[in-house]
T-cell receptor, first 110, second 113 residues
């Protein structure tokens, strides 16, 4: 079955440093979604990428979808303490269900 | 709108006991999902439903059953709980149009002793 791996599993950064998490799929994806889960909370949708090579920005967050549609990345510029949480990618071959990555837990040190 | 709600929020079971987790959504979504979340494992799909009266197996369906008798409700049953089913369970729903983003409930923390 489809497997979606994320690296790194954990990342500690000083506030103000940049952060990147990478997502790799064993199969070609039709789309990829990103979610954020705050400690003790539930996953919340951030964005969806559909096109090969697509880049989208949300303030300090930049999302990329690879040319082969098998990988994706999330980059946060100048992290803040509000960025703390676990970031998940979720890949899909269609729209009925997605496969979540293992997640990257981000800790921001003030 | 309440979004996606789950009951109960917490539960402790003894091995062999049964229980049902209830998920309800008020967004008229067609798709509904049950996930379990374990440390270092991300979210793993247990069962899902693409419409009222239909269900399908996900990645880790063994030991669980589901029913979708009404469009707004998705029930997850554990017939004979095992310690390996200790986890946090999330329900989610999504629309068939737009971005297909999944809306998650607050989760149920289940401990099986």
């Amino acid at each position: 079955g489809q497997q979606v791996m994320q690296i790194p599993q954990y990342q500690h950064v000083q506030e103000g440093e940049d952060f990147t998490t990478y997502c790799n799929s064993s199969t070609t994806l039709s789309n990829i979604q990103w979610y954020k889960q705050r400690p003790g909370g539930h996953p919340v949708f951030l964005i969806q990428l559909v096109k090969s090579g697509e880049v989208k920005k949300q303030k300090r967050l930049t999302f990329q979808f690879g040319e082969a549609k098998k990988n994706s990345s999330l980059h946060i510029t100048a992290t803040q303490t509000t960025d703390v949480g676990t970031y998940f990618c979720a890949g899909s071959g269609g729209y009925q269900k997605v496969t979540f990555g293992t997640g990257t837990k981000l800790q921001v040190i003030p | 709108n309440a979004g996606v709600t789950q009951t109960p929020k917490f539960r402790v079971l003894k091995t062999g006991q049964s229980m049902t987790l209830l998920c309800a959504q008020d967004m008229n979504h067609e798709y509904m999902y049950w996930y379990r979340q374990d440390p270092g494992m991300g979210l793993r799909l247990i069962h899902y439903s693409v419409g009222e009266g239909t269900t399908a197996k996900g990645e880790v369906p063994d030991g669980y059953n589901v029913s979708r008798l009404k469009k707004q409700n998705f029930l997850l049953g554990l017939e004979s709980a095992a310690p390996s089913q200790t986890s946090v369970y999330f329900c989610a729903s999504s629309s068939t149009s737009g971005s297909h983003e999944q809306y998650f409930g607050p989760g149920t923390r289940l401990t099986v002793t």
